[in-house]
C-alpha cells in the first residue's frame, strides 16, 4: 500500500513538472509569437550627402530601386534614405519619423565607398550608439543633429564593395577602352587620411583585376576630396603617370554617385591639364550608381539583419 502510495507521489510531481516544462514552452512561444506581432521593423540607406541634386537624386533612386523587394517578405516594414550631412533628410530627421511612426527596430545600412570615420564614429556618434568626442565636436562643428531614437538600432558593414567594384569598373572601362595594349587605367576616388593605407590597397585591387580581363598592364590612381584639399592637380599627375608608359588613359571616377563638383570641375579640370588631352584621355563623367549589384547588396543585408532581428 505505502509503495503504491509513493509511486502515486512520484506520478503526481513528474505530472507537476512536465505541466509546468509544457506552460513554461508555450509561454516562452506565446512571448516570440507577441514580439513578432509588436515588432515593426524598418530600414534607413545612409550615405555622404551632398549639395548636388544629382548625386542626392541617385541615393533616392537607390532605395526606390530596392524598396519593394525588401517589403516583399513581410519582415520590414518601411524604407527611408538620409544624407548624413549638407542636406535633409538628415539621419535625426529620419530616426524621428521612424519613432513617430512607431518603429521597434531600424537597420541602417551605411551606402559608403570603404572604411572611414563616417561609418566607424560619426554615424554612431550621430545616433547615440558611441561616444566619440573628436565625432561630436566635428559634428557640432558641421551643425549635424544627433538623435537616439525610442526604436533598437542595428548597423550593418559597409556595403562589400571590392568585388562590386571589380565589376563596376570592369564594365565602365569595357565601354571606354579602344586599344587595351596602348591603354593604362587611371581611378580616381574621394580620397581619406584616417584609412589612406586601405583606401590604397583597395584600388590596386580593382586596377589589378579589371587589367587581366581588359588587358591592359599600366595603372594609377589618385585622390579629389578633402585629402588633396579638392585639388585637380592630382588627378592631372595621376593621368600622366600612365601617359609616361602608354598612348591613352582611361579615367574612372571612383565614387558613389554623380556630383558636377568632382566629375565635372575637380576631374574634368585635371584633365583639361593634361598636354594633348583630347588625344590622349578618355573620360566619362559617371559614377558607380546605378549598379545592379549594388542593389541586391542592399536587398541581401537587409533580409539578413530582419532575420536577425525577428529570432532574437
Known amino acids: 500500500?505505502?509503495?503504491h502510495l509513493a509511486i502515486s507521489k512520484i506520478f503526481f510531481i513528474i505530472t507537476i513538472i512536465a505541466g509546468g516544462i509544457l506552460s513554461s514552452c508555450n509561454t516562452k512561444k506565446e512571448k516570440e509569437e507577441e514580439n513578432k506581432q509588436t515588432q515593426k521593423i524598418?530600414?534607413?540607406l545612409v550615405n555622404h550627402g551632398s549639395r548636388s541634386e544629382t548625386w542626392r537624386k541617385a541615393l533616392m533612386n537607390l532605395e526606390e530601386e530596392v524598396k519593394e523587394q525588401i517589403l516583399s517578405s513581410g519582415k520590414v516594414k518601411g524604407t527611408k534614405t538620409a544624407h548624413m550631412e549638407y542636406t535633409e533628410p538628415s539621419i535625426a530627421t529620419r530616426l524621428k519619423e521612424f519613432d513617430a511612426e512607431g518603429y521597434t527596430d531600424i537597420i541602417i545600412i551605411p551606402v559608403f565607398l570603404t572604411v572611414s570615420p563616417h561609418t566607424f564614429d560619426d554615424i554612431p556618434t550621430i545616433i547615440g550608439m558611441k561616444e566619440d568626442p573628436q565625432s561630436k565636436e566635428?559634428?557640432?562643428?558641421?551643425?549635424?543633429?544627433?538623435y537616439k531614437p525610442k526604436a533598437r538600432t542595428h548597423i550593418t558593414p559597409n556595403l562589400d564593395f571590392t568585388d562590386i567594384l571589380k565589376k563596376n569598373i570592369l564594365r565602365r572601362a569595357k565601354e571606354l577602352s579602344q586599344d587595351p595594349a596602348n591603354e593604362g587605367l587611371v581611378l580616381i576616388g574621394y580620397g581619406d587620411e584616417t584609412y589612406d593605407k586601405?583606401?590604397?590597397?583597395?584600388f590596386d585591387k580593382?586596377?589589378?583585376s579589371v587589367k587581366?580581363?581588359?588587358g591592359i598592364s599600366e595603372h594609377s590612381y589618385g585622390w579629389c576630396g578633402h585629402i588633396v584639399h579638392y585639388d585637380s592637380e592630382k588627378t592631372t599627375e595621376a593621368i600622366n603617370a600612365v601617359l609616361q608608359k602608354k598612348k591613352k588613359a582611361i579615367v574612372i571616377p571612383v565614387l558613389v554617385a554623380h556630383d558636377e563638383n568632382f566629375q565635372i570641375k575637380i576631374i574634368g579640370g585635371g584633365i583639361e591639364k593634361v598636354n594633348d588631352n583630347k588625344n590622349k584621355v578618355i573620360y566619362k563623367p559617371n559614377a558607380i550608381l546605378p549598379d545592379p549589384?549594388?542593389?541586391k547588396w542592399v536587398i541581401d543585408i537587409s533580409a539578413e539583419y530582419a532575420a536577425k532581428i525577428e529570432n532574437k
Do not use: D, H, T
Not at 566635428?138 to 544627433?146: A, D, F, G, Q, Y
Not at 586601405?198 to 583597395?202: A, D, H, K, P, S
Open 293 to 295: 549589384n549594388v542593389e
Open 212 to 214: 587581366q580581363e581588359i
Open 138 to 146: 566635428m559634428l557640432k562643428v558641421e551643425k549635424i543633429e544627433c
Open 206 to 208: 580593382v586596377a589589378e
Open 42 to 44: 524598418g530600414v534607413l
Open 198 to 202: 586601405e583606401w590604397g590597397e583597395l
Open 1 to 3: 500500500m505505502k509503495v
